[in-house]
C-alpha cells in the first residue's frame, strides 16, 4: 500500500481559503479522491480525479468552491478549498483507487492520516 502524506489544513475564517496536498510515491497508477469526516458523522465523498486528471467530480456541496487537480511529475494532488464554510470544518483524507468511478470510500484503498480543517470565526 501506498504511504499518503497529506497537509495545508489548519483554522481558516469563514470564507477563507486552504490548499491540501496529498503526496506520495507512485501516484499517479491511481485515482485519487478526498474524503471528509466530521465528528458524528460518516466519512463522505468530497472530490476524486482520475488519473490522467482529465475527469473530476465533486459533490454538490462544494462544487463551484472546490477545485480537485493533480501534478503526476510531482505524484502530488490537490484540493483548493474557497469561501469556505463552517460545515466544511472535518478531517480531510485522501485516499487511492485503481478504478475511478464513483466518490466513495468502499472502493478506495490506501488512505493517508488525515488533515484537520477548522472553519471557524
Known amino acids: 500500500q501506498l504511504q499518503l502524506v497529506e497537509s495545508g489544513g489548519g483554522l481558516v475564517q469563514p470564507g477563507g481559503s486552504l490548499r491540501l496536498s496529498c503526496a506520495a510515491s507512485g501516484l499517479d497508477h491511481y485515482a485519487i479522491g478526498w474524503f471528509r469526516q466530521a465528528p458524528g458523522k460518516e466519512r463522505e465523498g468530497v472530490s476524486c480525479i482520475s488519473r490522467s486528471g482529465s475527469t473530476t467530480t465533486y459533490a454538490d456541496s462544494v462544487k463551484g468552491r472546490f477545485t480537485i487537480s493533480r501534478d503526476n511529475a510531482k505524484n502530488t494532488v490537490y484540493l483548493e478549498m474557497n469561501s469556505l464554510k463552517p460545515e466544511d470544518t472535518a478531517v480531510y483524507y485522501c485516499?487511492?483507487?485503481?478504478?475511478?468511478?464513483?466518490?466513495?470510500?468502499?472502493?478506495?484503498?490506501?488512505w493517508g492520516q488525515g488533515s484537520q480543517v477548522t472553519v471557524s470565526s
Open positions: 485516499a487511492t483507487s485503481s478504478v475511478f468511478g464513483l466518490c466513495v470510500p468502499r472502493i478506495f484503498g490506501s
